[in-house]
Every structure is written in structure tokens, then in C-alpha cells.
């Protein structure tokens, strides 16, 4: 039986992502089930069928294959299509018997961004749940967030036919990532704060020598960040961000949408006396990542960020 809409209505999920290619591709590759095939689902799955009738009261139904040969079906149907600009649907979890375990409207939407490149607003409501659903729901955000990251490498590959490569690369970070971390003597919703809220982020980001200057800053996923930081060498820098994922306390996750490009989380966890802070810049390919580090020493300017942080924390 449904359960209570109280209940229901609290199972919701919103996700922000940026692609590096036009609208018109991203979308392509969300309605046309030859591409959907080849990105749809968590890592290391596959589609072996792949049913995606996208027109109103079209039919959809995706066999998924996990690594370990075990088939989770989805049935389906669309409810809107707006070309290139909404797909609105329903999914359904099936069971052994083809009986829906639940169910999920997705609304997704696809908005021109600068460069030539696609943001996509993903928002998934459960409106009814029929069975043992909840091993399913708990993971419903990291299923996405990995289906996405196979989507990111597929249209990355220009969805030309190279799916098995793009796919295999989807979680390959190996010499595109600069990590730093520290540990603060604060309690994690403080150290929240200094990084959300721009009367004190103004205060410490940057590297040594840089002064920043917040222009616009909404931290919700889809909210913009923009920025310019002033270097010591008088020349002011331009910065515009993108959320992606915000969750108080515990994660933001943004995208740098001009250059030179690049996806930063942040993840915030108590520690015995304090807080520990990580961060990750994952760039396009290994050989961006290895040229803004010998150009500007961005490893080392990442480490000079949350010492100024720290430094900032001991004023207050």
C-alpha cells in the first residue's frame, strides 16, 4: 500500500550539473536510448534492454545489469517532453514480478550556459511507494550523482560511438586532482559558515597576497558564486562558480565554469576537538590539471587557502 503523503513528500531530490557540450547533444543523449544505453545507471552498470519511447504516454523500461550480473528492471512513462529544454517522466523500481516498488516523477531541465556548454536541473519526487523501498531510496542521490558522472564522460567523448571508453573513464581521477585538507580547532557548523557566508569568506579566500571581492553568492544547488580576487600583482581575476550539491554541514560540491575548469568538493566531518576540512579539484583531463599547477602552483595555493581560513578562524 502507498504510504502516507507526509511521508512521501518528504523523499525529494534536487541535483545540479554542468556539461561541457550543447544543449542540443545533452539532450539528444537523454532521449535517444542507442546513447542513453551506454550512460544510463550506477557506475559499472550496463542497459542490456533499453525501451525509451520519449513522447507523451510513451513507454519506458531499462533492464540494468550490475557488475555482479544481477538485473534491476524500471518501467516507466513520460509525461512531458519540451525539445531541447524539459523531459518530465515517471520511473518505477520493479520487482521480481514486473509490480512497481515504487515510484519517482523526474523533472529534468536543460538551460543554455556560457561557452557552449548544458546545466542541467535534475529534480526526482517519490510520489508512492508499493513495496520494501527503502534499500532503494537511501541510495537514490549517489546512484544519480553516478549515472551523471557517466553521462559527463560519455558527452565528454562527443557520444560518437566511443561509449565503453568514455564510460570506463567516468570515475578515473588519477592525475586530475589536487587534494588538500586540515583540521580545525571549531565546531563544524562554524566552519560552515566561513565558507558559505560572504561576510566572512570575503575575509580568508585566496591564496597569500590575494584580497577577494564577492559580487554574488547563493549557496543552494543551481545558485551562482561570482567573484573576482585581486593578486598581488595588481591584476584582478574573474571567478564564477556553480552549486552543484549543498548540504549543510556535511558537503558542497561546485563547478568552476570558466577557466580554467574544474569541480571542487568540499566535505566537512567532526574529528575528536574539531573539524576536519577536504578538498578535491578534479579537472577535465590529467594534463590541464598537471598545467595549472607548473603554471601557477595551484597545489600549493590550495594548501595557502585553508591556512588563511585557519588564520581567519583564530580573529573571531
Not at 565503453?164 to 583540521?183: D, F, L, Y
Request: negative net charge; contains cysteine.
Amino acid at each position: 500500500m502507498p504510504t502516507n503523503n507526509s511521508a512521501v513528500a518528504a523523499r525529494e531530490l534536487t541535483v545540479t550539473r554542468l556539461f561541457r557540450a550543447p544543449r542540443e547533444l545533452v539532450f539528444r543523449v537523454w532521449t535517444d536510448p542507442a546513447h542513453l544505453a551506454n550512460w544510463w545507471g550506477p557506475a559499472r552498470f550496463t542497459n542490456p534492454r533499453c525501451d525509451w519511447d520519449v513522447r507523451p504516454g510513451g513507454k519506458i523500461h531499462v533492464d540494468m545489469r550490475a557488475p555482479d550480473g544481477a538485473v534491476y528492471p524500471m518501467g516507466g512513462e513520460f509525461r512531458e517532453i519540451l525539445p531541447p529544454e524539459k523531459l518530465v517522466f515517471l520511473t518505477s523500481a520493479l520487482d521480481g514480478a514486473g509490480k512497481p516498488i515504487f515510484q519517482n516523477l523526474n523533472t529534468v531541465l536543460f538551460k543554455e550556459f556560457e561557452d557552449n556548454q548544458t546545466l542541467i536541473e535534475l529534480h526526482v519526487q517519490v510520489v508512492e511507494e508499493l513495496g520494501d523501498a527503502e534499500q532503494y531510496l537511501k541510495g537514490m542521490e549517489l546512484g544519480w550523482s553516478s549515472s551523471l558522472d557517466k553521462l559527463e564522460a560519455y558527452v565528454g567523448f562527443g557520444a560518437d560511438g566511443r561509449a565503453a571508453a568514455a564510460a570506463s573513464k567516468a570515475h578515473e581521477t588519477v592525475g586530475r586532482e589536487i587534494r588538500a585538507s586540515r583540521i580545525f580547532r571549531a565546531p563544524r557548523a562554524l566552519v560552515w559558515r566561513l565558507c558559505t557566508e560572504p561576510e566572512h569568506i570575503k575575509n580568508w579566500w585566496g591564496p597569500n597576497g590575494f584580497t577577494t571581492i564577492i559580487e554574488h553568492m547563493d549557496v543552494r544547488p543551481g545558485g551562482e558564486w561570482r567573484f573576482v580576487m585581486h593578486g598581488p600583482d595588481g591584476i584582478d581575476y574573474p571567478n564564477h562558480k556553480l552549486y552543484e550539491v549543498v548540504k549543510p554541514i556535511d558537503r558542497l560540491v561546485m563547478n568552476h565554469v570558466c577557466q580554467p575548469h574544474h569541480r571542487m568538493e568540499v566535505v566537512f566531518a567532526d574529528v575528536d576537538g574539531g573539524t576536519e576540512v577536504k578538498v578535491w579539484m578534479l579537472f577535465p583531463t590529467a594534463e590541464e590539471c598537471q598545467a595549472i599547477i607548473a603554471r601557477v602552483g595551484a597545489d600549493q595555493k590550495l594548501v595557502e587557502n585553508l591556512v588563511k581560513l585557519e588564520q581567519y578562524l583564530m580573529t573571531l
